[in-house]
């Protein structure tokens, strides 16, 4: 299990998580801009970047989980905890079951179940990568994952984030994309009872904007703020997505 600490460990502390086909450096821009307030931990999902694939299936439960291990190994009792749609959801996850563990939850570009419509989606997804692997599906990502203003404007880093989905490890993707298809966390939203920051982006057609409006009205003490972006709002508006999380970490770490 791979994770990365910078800052002062005497700070408050704020863990990122990365999306499915990312890794912990998906929040290089929001490191640089907290690390000298905060204690940052950031972490690669099972299968993703640096941390390995378990040999069993396994559900948001399970990724929530791990978050809460990583913090009891080292010794944070309590957290800010940033997470985007994958790392989204466990944010959901975490707030359900372990929302005595955290100061405040910011789940962006996420949604809390998928129609069935969707699950098919997911399912084909992974018919595609389990026979042909992830090079069929690295443009079809890149156009949900930025406008196409972005991607025109940005070849060179959208060039880079397209090798990083690329190299994702294809039964970690394919594990991930299990636990994208069985989850279902709304009959359990209202009981998140802890400061939620709820990110969504204007233009997403994943986890779009009206899903994430719905989830504000059932999480009791939760925001909702919303980006001209795609999917991946904290790499195409870095510098509003970091205001966003330095407002809200000054209402609630205070």
Not at 10 to 39: C, Y
């Amino acid at each position: 299990f791979y994770y990365e600490e910078e800052g002062d460990k005497d700070a408050p502390t704020v863990i990122f998580s990365n999306s499915l086909g990312a890794n912990l450096r998906m929040w290089d821009r929001q490191v640089e801009a907290l690390k000298h307030k905060f204690h940052i931990i950031r972490y690669d999902q099972r299968g993703h970047g640096r941390t390995t694939v378990p040999t069993t299936s396994f559900d948001f439960d399970d990724l929530a989980n791990d978050v809460v291990h990583l913090m009891d190994e080292l010794e944070v009792n309590q957290a800010n905890f940033v997470g985007l749609s994958m790392g989204g959801m466990t944010a959901l996850g975490l707030g359900i079951m372990h929302a005595r563990r955290f100061l405040s939850l910011t789940a962006s570009n996420c949604v809390a179940t998928f129609s069935e419509d969707a699950r098919q989606v997911w399912r084909d997804r992974v018919k595609t990568v389990a026979s042909e692997g992830l090079a069929p599906i690295l443009n079809a990502t890149i156009e949900r994952w930025f406008t196409k203003d972005f991607i025109d404007k940005n070849k060179a880093e959208v060039g880079g984030i397209r090798d990083m989905v690329g190299a994702t490890e294809i039964a970690g993707y394919i594990a991930c994309c299990a636990a994208l298809e069985r989850l279902n966390y709304v009959p359990n939203l209202s009981s998140i009872d802890i400061p939620t920051l709820l990110i969504a982006g204007r233009y997403d057609v994943g986890t779009p904007p009206v899903e994430m409006r719905k989830m504000k009205e059932l999480i009791v003490d939760s925001r909702y703020e919303e980006l001209p972006t795609a999917h991946v709002s904290n790499i195409e508006a870095y510098q509003d997505y970091n205001e966003l999380l330095l407002k809200f970490f000054d209402c609630v770490n205070t």
